[in-house]
């Protein structure tokens, strides 16, 4: 069986947002911009990227 992922790539500078979006970006495991993680297709992960949605981009 194999897991659906997502690529998840940090577009904007969390800088100047609030204190929650900087955190979900960190969740996500994003600290530089053009970083792209590959994470797991969870409803958690879903959530954190629809937060933070002005910052990312998926693909």
């Not at 911009?33 to 933070?52: F, S």
């Amino acid at each position: 069986m194999t897991k659906k992922t997502l690529k998840v790539t940090l577009v904007r500078s969390p800088n100047g947002t609030r204190g929650t979006h900087k955190a979900t970006v960190l969740g996500l495991g994003l600290k530089k911009i053009n970083q792209v993680r590959e994470l797991e297709d969870t409803p958690a992960v879903r959530g954190m990227i629809n937060k933070v949605n002005y910052l990312v981009r998926v693909d």
